[in-house]
């Protein structure tokens, strides 16, 4: 067990500026996510962790010790990467016992963990075959494979889904979730797919530009975004222009009470699913807006509805459809927004009111 403290953490390459000034605090057995668009700093960040690259500042300290001067073979760390990065020449057993026998463990123990650590990935049986007489998803559980024989006091996954098709990405990503809890082994795993995130995780780290935007459970991370852009990536949120008053919010031609100490120009959020249409009654605390239908998109469970409103473009996504939407495009709807899913957002991004969505 290992917790992980990360402290004023930064990176640049030549003269960019990659990690800002990053602090962490992983706990012990914790599944912990880096979160974020492309570019904005989780692989460094993590092979900085690994010992691949060295932070131009800042500490790394693994249960009370730093960890950041030692080389990455003895950082006691398990690495999982995007492309496998397993051997195509040596047996799956072989390619499992690398790290152990680098570390000139005896004979019988490797064999033992190699067999110990297939079954736990579920290839036990495969240990003659080749990787390349394997799928995707199975050369991907070599890679877990050999990253956990060697009981490593921290697990870092790299993308590791990202190589798999739809389906399998679920089926692993349920498995590598099933084996962490089992073994309860500290783990930061990088994805820059929002759905992975919120499926696998015990708390996400929301990365943006370098800059830690928010950290938070799943359910935190979207349903309490604290910043604008937290709120745009994971998920889908709609965002309309507002302007607050005198204790009443504008959206569109509508004015409503929101007794929030605050005025001047927001951004009004709300979740697809939160927004009704019209045949809902209309109850108090909610902003009605006159729209029209540009678009639905049906997705069997769902359907989703892009819709014209007076205060701009918005997306509702009616639950279970009842019934055909044949010559729905086009038609007048009226649009209602309940205060109480309303995350407001000020101009600089900061969120400013998250009404009972808090
Ligand atoms: N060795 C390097 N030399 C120079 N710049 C680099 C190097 N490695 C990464 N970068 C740059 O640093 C920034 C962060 O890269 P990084 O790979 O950490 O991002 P990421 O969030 O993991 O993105 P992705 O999801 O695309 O892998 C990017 O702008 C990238 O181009």
């Given at each position: ?29 914790e ?20 010992g691949?690259?060295h ?20 950082r006691?760390i ?46 036990d ?8 007489e ?14 956990m024989?060697i009981?490593?006091?921290?697990l ?31 783990t ?17 780290c ?10 938070g ?28 008053e ?6 569109g031609?509508?004015?409503i ?11 009004v959020?709300?979740?697809p ?47 279970d ?34 009404g009972?969505?808090?």
């Amino acid at each position: 067990m290992a917790d992980l403290k990360i402290q004023g953490l930064a990176k640049s390459y030549k003269d960019v500026r990659v990690l800002e000034n990053i602090d962490l605090d992983i706990a012990s057995g914790e599944f912990f996510t880096l979160l974020g668009p492309s570019g904005c700093g989780k692989t460094t960040l993590l092979r900085t962790i690994a010992g691949f690259q060295h932070q131009d500042r800042g500490e790394i300290i693994v249960n009370g010790q730093r960890i950041d001067h030692k080389p990455a073979h003895k950082r006691d760390i398990g690495m999982v990467f995007q492309d496998y990065a397993i051997f195509p020449h040596l047996s799956v057993a072989d390619n499992v016992a690398f790290g152990l026998k680098a570390r000139s463990l005896p004979k019988g123990e490797i064999e033992a963990r190699v067999n110990e650590s297939l079954k736990m990935v579920r290839l036990d049986g495969y240990q003659d075959r080749l990787p390349g007489e394997m799928s995707g998803g199975q050369q991907q559980r070599i890679g877990l494979a050999r990253a956990m024989a060697i009981r490593p006091t921290l697990l870092l996954m790299d993308e590791p889904l990202s190589n798999l098709d739809a389906k399998l990405r679920i089926e692993l990503r349920e498995d590598i979730r099933d084996i962490q809890r089992r073994l309860g082994i500290t783990t930061i795993y990088v994805t820059h797919d929002q759905e992975e995130a919120l499926a696998v995780s015990d708390r996400i780290c929301v990365m943006n530009k370098g800059n830690i935007e928010q950290i938070g459970t799943p359910f935190e991370i979207y349903r309490k975004p604290l910043r604008r852009f937290a709120a745009s990536f994971v998920g889908t949120m709609n965002f309309l222009p507002g302007q607050l008053e005198g204790g009443r919010l504008r959206v569109g031609s509508q004015s409503i009470d929101y007794p929030v100490d605050a005025s001047g120009c927001v951004e009004v959020a709300i979740r697809p699913e939160n927004v009704a249409l019209a045949s809902a009654p209309l109850q108090e605390g909610m902003v009605a807006l006159k729209g029209e239908v540009l678009k639905i998109t049906f997705l069997g469970r769902e359907a989703h509805y892009t819709l014209r409103t007076e205060a701009g473009e918005i997306v509702a996504q009616v639950a279970d459809p009842a019934q055909d939407f044949i010559g729905m495009e086009g038609r007048a709807v009226e649009v209602r927004l309940p205060l109480q899913k309303l995350v407001l957002f000020h101009p600089n991004g900061d969120v400013l009111d998250a009404g009972q969505a808090r």
